[in-house]
């Protein structure tokens, strides 16, 4: 076993037998962040109304003044959300999405926001483009699905099933007035941000996928134009202070995940900021070729034709390949191939999208060459006792 490999993983205290493969999906979170965690924790129990009445309020201003500098936005324009799922919510009750609406999202859309705005009673449009999609095809399919009833377009910035990234810039322009809400889920601590530059109306990103702070970490960026109308989640008695900071205090609950990102993001830093995604984008270019060579190889007839430069717009820490054809065609294929991969301690869920069987590799620090040979070992084990010709 690599040296340099387990000794990254014991940062995080993870499992060195199971190979951690999809690091983003729910994040790492390093023992010196859960233990700056822990620390805010029992500086609360030593005096929990103290900390409430005269503490509380002001660290999380720190905080969310914290997670601005790192997002490079304005101070002004960035309040702490809990995750995406929360943003979400916000903003379609923001820009009042309701029945008789439109809500434009694409067929590489995370699920929540359609779950979202079909709950207000909204209906769902779907701006349809394939993975090799130009950016002016992927404009021009968001602009087709806008009309007079769409109240806001839905763009990933990172897209989930595909691990794609989108011109969002592009979308911008060509849906003209409509506002746009910008799913960055995965770009905080993997793309060079300029939020404003992107010209939405709403942007959200998670902190804890790759930004190694603590579970339920979060930002939501809101333009000066809906700020007053982006209201918490949660109506506590800070509602009145607007936004942003209106947003830190949803009530009496557990802060110390909130507290301890600035220690995240300086993990983050001194393990190389954004070379970690630089150095995942090189290590998933030789993965995913490796990947493929093996399996292709084991089910010769089964295998896609792959090119080890597609997709050519991948995200920089996560990466598609093909699977076999018919790897994962019935309903219940995804979950049942993941349980088996994951029985045998390896952690990268197969994808289904459009019809298509693919394997979303992703890489973090702790990741190196060694570990696509093993996924590879476990997948066509696997896909062998699902093909007959094997
Ligand atoms: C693109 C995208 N949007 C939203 C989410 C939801 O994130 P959370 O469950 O942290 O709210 C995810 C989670 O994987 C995602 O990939």
């Given at each position: 076993m690599?040296?340099?490999r387990?000794?990254?993983?014991d940062?995080?205290?993870?499992?060195?037998?199971?190979?951690?493969?999809?690091?983003?999906?729910?994040g790492?979170?390093?023992?010196?962040?859960?233990t700056v965690q822990?620390?805010w924790a029992?500086r609360?129990?030593?005096?929990?109304?103290r900390?409430?009445?005269?503490?509380c309020?002001e660290?999380?201003?720190r905080?969310r003044?914290?997670?601005a500098?790192?997002?490079?936005?304005?101070?002004?324009?960035i309040?702490?959300?809990?995750?995406?799922s929360?943003a979400?919510?916000?903003?379609?009750?923001?820009?009042?999405?309701?029945p008789?609406?439109?809500?434009?999202v694409?067929?590489?859309?995370?699920?929540t926001i359609?779950?979202?705005?079909?709950v207000?009673?909204?209906?769902?449009?779907v701006?349809?483009?394939?993975i090799?999609?130009?950016?002016d095809e992927?404009?021009?399919?968001?602009?087709?699905?806008?009309?007079?009833?769409?109240?806001?377009?839905?763009?990933?910035?990172i897209?989930?099933?595909?691990?794609?990234?989108?011109?969002?810039?592009?979308?911008?322009?060509?849906?003209g007035d409509?506002?746009?809400?910008?799913?960055?889920?995965?770009?905080a601590g993997t793309?060079d941000?300029?939020i404003?530059?992107?010209?939405?109306?709403?942007?959200?990103?998670?902190l804890?996928?790759?930004?190694f702070?603590?579970?339920?970490?979060?930002?939501?960026?809101?333009?000066?134009?809906?700020?007053?109308?982006?209201?918490?989640?949660?109506?506590?008695?800070?509602?009145?202070k607007?936004f942003?900071?209106s947003?830190?205090?949803?009530?009496?609950?557990?802060?110390t995940g909130?507290?301890?990102?600035?220690?995240?993001l300086?993990?983050?830093?001194?393990h190389?900021g954004l070379?970690?995604?630089?150095?995942s984008?090189?290590?998933?270019?030789?993965g995913?070729?490796?990947?493929h060579r093996?399996?292709a190889?084991a089910?010769?007839?089964?295998?896609?034709?792959?090119?080890?430069?597609?997709?050519a717009?991948?995200?920089?820490?996560?990466?598609i390949?093909p699977l076999?054809?018919?790897?994962?065609?019935?309903p219940?294929?995804?979950s049942a191939?993941?349980?088996?991969?994951?029985?045998?301690g390896v952690?990268?869920p197969p994808v289904?999208f459009?019809?298509?069987g693919?394997?979303?590799?992703?890489a973090g620090?702790h990741n190196?060459?060694?570990d696509?040979d093993?996924?590879?070992?476990?997948l066509?084990?696997?896909l062998?006792?699902?093909?007959?010709?094997y």
């Amino acid at each position: 076993m690599d040296d340099v490999r387990d000794e990254i993983l014991d940062l995080f205290d993870a499992d060195e037998t199971v190979l951690h493969l999809n690091p983003g999906a729910f994040g790492m979170v390093p023992r010196a962040v859960r233990t700056v965690q822990r620390r805010w924790a029992e500086r609360i129990e030593q005096n929990p109304l103290r900390f409430f009445r005269l503490e509380c309020q002001e660290e999380l201003a720190r905080v969310r003044l914290d997670v601005a500098r790192f997002l490079d936005a304005d101070a002004d324009s960035i309040a702490l959300v809990r995750n995406v799922s929360e943003a979400t919510g916000i903003v379609l009750d923001a820009v009042g999405v309701g029945p008789g609406d439109e809500v434009v999202v694409s067929n590489h859309g995370y699920p929540t926001i359609a779950q979202a705005a079909l709950v207000r009673g909204a209906e769902v449009v779907v701006a349809n483009f394939g993975i090799d999609a130009t950016d002016d095809e992927i404009a021009q399919a968001f602009r087709e699905q806008v009309g007079e009833r769409t109240k806001l377009v839905v763009v990933d910035q990172i897209t989930s099933p595909t691990a794609l990234v989108l011109p969002v810039a592009k979308v911008v322009q060509a849906v003209g007035d409509t506002p746009v809400f910008v799913d960055a889920a995965h770009s905080a601590g993997t793309l060079d941000l300029d939020i404003a530059a992107l010209g939405a109306a709403f942007w959200a990103t998670n902190l804890h996928k790759w930004c190694f702070t603590p579970r339920g970490t979060g930002a939501l960026w809101v333009t000066a134009d809906w700020r007053e109308r982006a209201r918490p989640a949660v109506t506590s008695w800070t509602s009145e202070k607007g936004f942003p900071a209106s947003h830190d205090f949803p009530g009496t609950i557990d802060f110390t995940g909130m507290l301890a990102i600035a220690e995240g993001l300086e993990f983050w830093r001194a393990h190389g900021g954004l070379q970690i995604a630089e150095r995942s984008r090189q290590l998933l270019s030789i993965g995913s070729e490796l990947v493929h060579r093996r399996v292709a190889m084991a089910l010769p007839d089964a295998m896609p034709d792959y090119d080890a430069s597609w997709p050519a717009r991948t995200a920089p820490t996560m990466r598609i390949i093909p699977l076999p054809d018919g790897a994962v065609s019935e309903p219940g294929d995804v979950s049942a191939l993941y349980a088996a991969l994951s029985g045998r301690g390896v952690e990268c869920p197969p994808v289904a999208f459009e019809g298509m069987g693919l394997v979303r590799l992703g890489a973090g620090l702790h990741n190196d060459e060694l570990d696509y040979d093993r996924y590879a070992e476990a997948l066509v084990a696997e896909l062998g006792r699902r093909f007959d010709d094997y």
